[in-house]
C-alpha cells in the first residue's frame, strides 16, 4: 500500500540522496475521461552507477484537477535482437559536425563500423592558443548490462568509458576517465537533439579526483553543410 511504498522511498533517499527518477510518456490511451493507461519509460541514476532503464504501464484516475497514478508496473526492456536495433537511435548522430566555440574549432565525424555493430566517432580540435587535440570514441551496446556503453581514447594518453542512455527527447552520458596527468574525471554530458542538423551539449556534474569542477556552457555543434545537403537529397 501507500505507507509501505512512501517509507521504502524515503529509506532509499536517505541511503542514497543524489538518486534520481527521469520518466518519459511514450503513449496515452483513454479508458474514461476521468481513467487513462500510460505507457513509457523509466531512468533510474544511484550516484556514479551505471543508470537503470525500463518501461512502465501505469493507470491514472482524475480527482479533481489533479491525475493520480492507482497503479503502476515496470518491466524491462525488450533486449535488442542486434548491435544496430540497440543503437538504432543514435543514428541521426552520422555525419560530420563542428562545435560553434569562440575558444576551439571542433571536427567530429561518426559513422557505423562494418556491420553496423558500433559507433565510431572520431574528433579533433584546434585551440585559439595554437594547441590540437584528438580522439576516438566506440559506441556499443552491452548485451550483459544491457545498456549502451562508450570507450574514448585520446590523444594525450587519456582514456575513459561510460554509459548512455535516454533521458526524455535527449541522452544522458555518463563518464570518467584516466587524465594524462593520472588524474581521474567524472562528468555526464548532457546532449539534446535540436533538430536532424543541430544539437547541444553541456558537461554537469564534473569532478576531478572528487572535487567539483564548474560545470560547462552549452556548446551548439552543427551539421557540416555538405552532410546536410547529402540529408536533404535523401
Known sequence: GRDAIVDRLSNLFK??????????????????????????????????????????????????????????????????????????ELEWMIGTWQDQSDSATVNTTVRWTPNQAFLLRSFSAEFSDGGSFEGTQVIGWDPLSKQIRTLTFNSDGSFGEGTIAKNGDGWL???????????????????????????????????INGEPVPASGTITVVRSVDTAVENAQE
Open 15 to 88: 541511503e542514497t540522496p543524489e538518486a534520481k527518477l527521469s520518466g518519459q510518456v511514450e503513449s496515452v490511451r483513454m479508458i474514461r475521461p476521468d481513467v487513462a493507461s500510460v505507457d513509457g519509460r523509466a531512468t533510474v541514476f544511484l550516484g556514479n552507477n551505471p543508470p537503470i532503464d525500463s518501461v512502465f504501464t501505469a493507470i491514472f484516475v482524475k480527482e479533481g484537477d489533479n491525475w493520480l497514478i492507482s497503479s503502476s508496473h515496470e518491466r524491462d526492456l525488450p533486449t535488442p535482437v542486434s548491435n544496430y536495433e540497440a543503437l538504432q
Open 173 to 207: 552520458l555518463k563518464m570518467w576517465q584516466v587524465l594524462g596527468d593520472g588524474s581521474v574525471a567524472n562528468a555526464t554530458h548532457v546532449l539534446s537533439k535540436a533538430d536532424d542538423n543541430t544539437m547541444t551539449i553541456q558537461a554537469i556534474g564534473k569532478t
